[in-house]
């Protein structure tokens, strides 16, 4: 049986503000109930999570505009499912105040506040077809049959499970299990979508075809939508804005391209981006001189208290034969168009990754080749971790 949780029918409270519009070319696929609630604004302001003496959650604020699709990324254990849990009402907030329409919802039961979740286990009920299971809130919320079944129809049209309405659980795929809990979502017409790692249990390829499934989901109902993931790759391709948890707080909020391009911190340079940045130390008087040829040059246009530097994969080079930084190469990797080698630089502990597209010399393991990086592109963190400037 899925958990209580799981199974309780979300309600909505009236908003005075204008009716929103579906996006244009969305009306045929996704009709628009007169009745149906304004999508959410929500507001978290010095948000902690207190378990006994520990401080897990520690001071979230965080301002959710309506219509937005907003990631929570991060490592396990950074805080943001517990984060997604308390704006569903699933955790009590320790300290701090919850607003969903500039009302206070800290004491506000899960059914009162106008929100969805959607699990990483789906929790479907097994002994009922997937229109049952689509439409069981709606039932328990006194909905008529007749609307209930038209609703679950239209949703069920809108994510291609017609033709599975009368099958049960355990004939279903994982990706077509997540869209019956996805569309069991949807025909609640919450002001609020909460994604706790829906994907997580998909194999690679579903999982792309869910991502592209969930982005034109959102389109379509222009609703307000937060998704935790631990996987950069989804963060950066469905979310408008992206905060990136650690250790309970987070440790920056931004467009995927900004958290790319200009993170604040050692800790978001190393999370966004695929493959990881490369981070380099100072080196120290008894370095060998291919480290020292290397900060030399990369970090030219680095601040003098940067104690550490970082080149993303895709702004190395291969420099022409005895220009450079000296290097080993170690491994290799092609990928198609795409080419991924790992080399090695006297003094470092970690291979550098350099990420090459198109054609690339015939290399061998062992052979030695020369590495180049503009000193533009190369970003620069304190001993702290924070970034600094030149």
Not at 5 to 25: D, K
Not at 139 to 164: C, D, F, H
Request: charged share 25%.
């Amino acid at each position: 049986m899925p958990s209580a949780s799981a199974s309780c029918t979300w309600t909505t409270r009236p908003s005075s503000a204008p009716p929103r519009t579906a996006p244009a070319g969305t009306a045929s696929s996704w009709p628009r109930n007169p009745r149906e609630p304004e999508v959410a604004r929500l507001s978290l302001q010095g948000i902690h999570k207190r378990y006994g003496e520990q401080d897990v959650i520690r001071g979230i604020d965080l301002e959710v505009e309506d219509g937005e699709f907003l990631v929570f990324v991060g490592p396990s254990g950074c805080g943001k499912s517990t984060t997604l849990r308390m704006i569903a009402g699933l955790e009590d907030i320790s300290e701090g105040t919850l607003l969903i329409d500039g009302q206070r919802a800290n004491e506000l039961p899960p059914a009162e506040r106008g929100a969805a979740m959607v699990f990483q286990s789906y929790a479907l009920y097994p002994h009922m077809s997937v229109a049952e299971n689509m439409g069981f809130a709606l039932k328990m919320a006194g909905v008529p049959r007749a609307e209930r079944e038209a609703q679950v129809r239209k949703t069920a049209e809108t994510l291609k499970l017609t033709a599975l309405l009368d099958r049960r659980p355990a004939q279903l795929s994982g990706g077509q299990r997540q869209r019956v809990a996805i569309g069991r979502a949807i025909v609640r017409k919450p002001k609020v979508f909460l994604f706790d790692e829906p994907l997580s249990n998909l194999d690679a390829a579903l999982r792309l075809e869910m991502r592209i499934e969930l982005a034109r989901l959102h389109r379509a109902l222009g609703a307000t939508m937060i998704y935790v993931t631990h996987d950069q790759t989804e963060a950066m391709t469905l979310g408008d804005r992206i905060a990136v948890f650690h250790q309970g707080r987070i440790e920056q909020l931004g467009t995927p391209l900004a958290l790319y391009e200009d993170p604040a911190t050692e800790f978001v340079a190393g999370f966004i981006g695929s493959p990881a940045i490369n981070l380099v130390d100072r080196p120290a008087g008894s370095a060998s001189p291919a480290h020292q040829a290397l900060w030399s040059r990369w970090a030219a246009a680095l601040p003098a208290d940067a104690r550490r530097l970082g080149v993303r994969p895709e702004h190395l080079q291969l420099a022409p034969a005895g220009e450079g930084v000296p290097a080993q190469l170690d491994f290799a990797e092609h990928l198609g168009d795409t080419h991924l080698l790992y080399a090695r630089v006297e003094g470092l502990e970690k291979a550098l990754t350099l990420k090459l597209n198109g054609a690339v010399p015939a290399l061998q393991p062992g052979d030695r080749i020369g590495l180049d990086a503009s000193p533009l592109r190369a970003l620069g963190f304190d001993g702290e971790g924070a970034r600094v400037r030149g």
